[in-house]
């Protein structure tokens, strides 16, 4: 775990020595947190399948979404501390629940203890491939030297400007970082690749999520991805920004997209040629209590309603 002891493992490089009680800017310490796991079954379809995708919710995350609806673990920290031991006895669970994938959601605080884990499962015969469920915000070089956790990449292009960036997520670096690690992942792991049934097994998905009063900057992740990667890369353009969190209490976070920001978006995407991938429909119920993450119960259990449309 040498990694903890000047942590360098996000874009923010803290440099923080975990392993001697020192805390970053995710406040991750030196033993894995994990605040839930289990199939998730409102991924994308080649995600979830008819089984779930074996989905592991970190505690802790390098981003400072105001809006994050996953704020009792990725902001406030709350989560049950596992360990090495207790990640790998939730993969083999995943596992034998019949899942398709293990699907690391935030993952990046905690790599050095998934890649012992992961060891250990597979040394026992168990493979399945890794689902690396990202904010986008990732220093390509990390990602280089955990290679093997990244089989499916689904990360996002949230910001296309340093600006609105820093508002929402106080990472005006967030652009470079996030479009440079999208870019990575496009030329090193390559198109979305499914077996017969339809599951991913490799390849890249850029979530596109709307924000309101901004979708121009959806809008202009569209037209990076068309100039640097192809429009043949999958893409799942979203709709359910919903405030929670601080952005109740900031203006211009405090309200949900409106059906014409988010046209706008979607008229984009089929102006610059995106065909592959999925359009969550306008008006998505996102009160659920397992897909808003502020109500989702701690521990294993199934998470989410049947896969999304669009």
Known sequence: MKELLKCD???????????????????????VKVFRWGPHLGEEPPLSGEHGSGTVFFSHCTL???????FPWSACGEGEVVGTDGLERIFRELAAAGCHNWNLVTPGPWL????????????SGIHLPFVYNTSGYERVAVAESYRELFDVVLTDLRYASAAVAREG????DYPEQARAFTKWCCEEIGPLKTDQSGIA???????????????????????????NVGTDVYISVMSQYTPVFKALETPGWDRG?????????????????????WV?????STSDDDLLGRNMPPGGGTVGAKNRAG
Not at 9 to 25: E, H, K, T, V
Not at 64 to 70: A, T, V
């Open 9 to 31: 493992l996000c874009p923010r490089m803290c440099s923080a020595d975990r392993l001697a009680g020192a805390q970053g800017y995710c406040r991750a310490g030196a033993q």
């Open 64 to 70: 400072g979404c105001l809006y994050c609806q996953n």
């Open 112 to 123: 050095p203890f998934i890649r012992e884990a992961s060891l250990r499962v597979k040394a």
């Open 169 to 172: 997520s106080a990472a005006p």
């Open 201 to 227: 097994t490799s390849g890249v998905i850029v979530r596109i999520l709307v924000l309101p009063g901004r979708e121009q900057e959806a809008g202009s992740n569209l037209e990076w991805l068309a100039d």
């Open 257 to 277: 997209v409106s059906k014409d920001e988010y046209n706008r978006v979607t008229d984009c995407g089929e102006r610059l040629g995106f065909e592959k991938g």
């Open 280 to 284: 969550q429909e306008f008006g998505s």
